[in-house]
């Protein structure tokens, strides 16, 4: 890619950082690719994002708000969001999931710090132009669900099929208008442990350029219910508890709430990691009986009761060459 090459060479050039050394950095699911970038003592992060201008422009939009209302997301030193391209300050390798498999005691505070964050967050105003996921959009988030993982793990068409609609019904049942902020991706390994920032700015945020005005139990379920770890036991229902008393939300709702969204979330991870399984990333799929024992959790809730009515049975996980 030539051009891509010189476009990344021109930016970095234009932002003083032409001589920096590059060296790769690990992705997930999205598209976008990183770099880190070490001239002379200092470090950055390119972040390039080839044909998501749109994208780009929304991480470039919220990183400057969560700084400037306190909050650690990364500094943007340079950006062409036209060209889908953002120099960000470096705010290390200390993601929440490698500072607590080294240091398991670490849990515990990295955790209520993770709270306290999205506790401060959601008594910011939001920025302007966020979408809204209310109860219909909530639902037709699960579609995922429906097509890409059901047919595959053997799930009744018929059952699946009811799943939109009854997520739908129970949300406007459950939920509240959508007035928070949420950063939709709030886990281990988009966090990283910033102990020298002073309160909330301890907690570094990697991932919230698709930040969507929501329900407030939502970034708390993508917190507490990760797809890709396992939490250690009696931490999620003493941080659900510290985020109750930080917020005021009442234990009942905000349970029936968590369980939802948790139903929700997880059911669309579902189906998401089925669709990057079958487009040549097996790897997801070690993670559906996590996934799997999360949507089972959450149907254990009372009102729930339609929803585990209309899905049935979850299997344990899925072949790889389903």
Known sequence: MPDRAAAIAGFLDAAGWGAARHAPLAGDASARRYRRLMLGGATAILM???GDAAGTAAFDRLARWLCAAG???PRVLAADTAAGLLLLEDLG???????SDRSPEAAERLYSGAID???????QTPPPGLP??????LG??????VTDFAPRAGIDPARAARVPETMTTLA????????????????????VWLPARPGVAAVG????QDAVLGDPAYDLVSLLCDARRDLPPGLAARMTARFAAATGAQPEPLAAAAALLSAQRNLRILGVFARLARSGKPGYLRHVPRVAAHVRAALAHPALAPLDDALGPLPEGMAADA
């Open 48 to 50: 390039d994002a080839d």
């Open 117 to 123: 964050m999205l506790a401060a967050l959601q008594r």
């Open 205 to 208: 945020l990697l991932d919230f």
């Open 93 to 99: 390798d200390d993601l929440f999931a490698r500072v």
């Open 132 to 137: 809204a996921w209310d109860a219909a959009r």
């Open 71 to 73: 909050f650690s997301a």
């Open 140 to 145: 037709a988030l699960t579609e995922p669900f």
């Open 172 to 191: 406007a049942a459950l939920l509240g208008p959508p007035r928070v902020i949420c950063l939709r991706d709030v886990h281990a390994e988009n966090l």
